[in-house]
């Protein structure tokens, strides 16, 4: 890796993360997500820091919707950083800050795909009941859609990605590298 510039002196709340997650999105997760937020001080600014491969979008979704929230009844700032990875539910969580607010340290790699279904269909019984099953899972599966489509919006949020530039990478994994997401706008900056 070649010689950066040190831009964490620009950045100093950046060094203590109030709230610090690392390994798979899940429920322990957001428990101890949801632990850290209420002990961490009542003022100032927020600073949440994550490591992750991914895991489960929806509970990425319930942290961000408590940021969220933070931000939209005490008007206090909320950043986020990302640490060496922040891989598919990670990087849902930090669509909830505004580009403004999100850093990554150097040699951090995103990854951006499609959310992932695996399930099977049983078809058996009454013909009738068959075509209720079947326009039930097309439901879950279009509202999947829905949701990932809200959450890829809210990535390239004020950044110089499209939506469309998006949905097509992300079909494939999309891995960007810590400077690239910057030069991107889908970070403020790499430390």
Partial sequence: MPDTPNNAVNYPLLARPHIQLYGPVNEAMYAAFKDQLAAAPPDGPLVLSITTLGGDPEMARAMGDSIRLLRNYTGRAALFLGKVAVYSAGATLMSAFPVKHRFLTRGTRLMLHERQMDSTLDLSGPLTGLS???????????????????????????SRVSFDTLCEKARSNWYIDADEARDLGLVLDVI
């Fill in 132 to 158: 209720v099953l079947l326009k039930a899972k097309l439901h879950e599966v279009e509202h999947s859609i829905r949701i990932q489509e809200e959450g890829f919006r809210a990535i390239v949020a004020e």
